[in-house]
């Protein structure tokens, strides 16, 4: 078993920064992908970013590439979100996420192994 939770969120204004972080409990911590996922009022849940058990490769959504930063520390059992140059449409909840597919399938899915509770980002104009 694996519980995740995430925390960070907030309230930013456009062109601001947040980062994200994504506590997991468990040995086997280290054994997951991660991700980050995310679902804006009245859409479906969408997937962003995602990073391998090792931390050696990341896929990211092409709405957030060349903003988002996806990272891991194995050590800590955490995996961060680092959030730059936000827009209002960033606005969403965010969910941590663990599965042992390759990420390049946690991308296409919707459902993993475990998830969070989500940790709401509120980015205005």
């Known amino acids: 078993q694996v519980q995740l939770v995430e925390s960070g969120g907030g309230l930013v204004q456009a062109g601001d920064s947040l980062r994200l972080s994504c506590a997991a409990s468990?040995?086997?911590?280290?054994?997951?992908?991660m991700g980050w996922f995310r679902q804006a009022p009245g859409k479906e849940r969408e997937f962003v970013t995602a990073i391998s058990w090792s931390g050696g490769s990341t896929i990211y959504a092409d709405s957030v590439k060349g903003r988002f930063t996806i990272s891991r520390d194995n050590a800590k059992n955490t995996v961060y979100l680092q959030m730059n140059s936000l827009k209002p449409e960033d606005t969403a909840i965010y969910f941590c996420?663990?599965?042992?597919?390759?990420?390049?399938?946690?991308?296409?899915?919707?459902?993993?192994?475990?998830w969070g509770k989500g940790t709401l980002v509120t980015v205005s104009p």
């Open positions: 996420a663990a599965d042992r597919s390759p990420i390049q399938a946690m991308a296409r899915r919707k459902d993993m192994d475990y």
């Open positions: 468990g040995r086997t911590f280290s054994i997951y992908a």
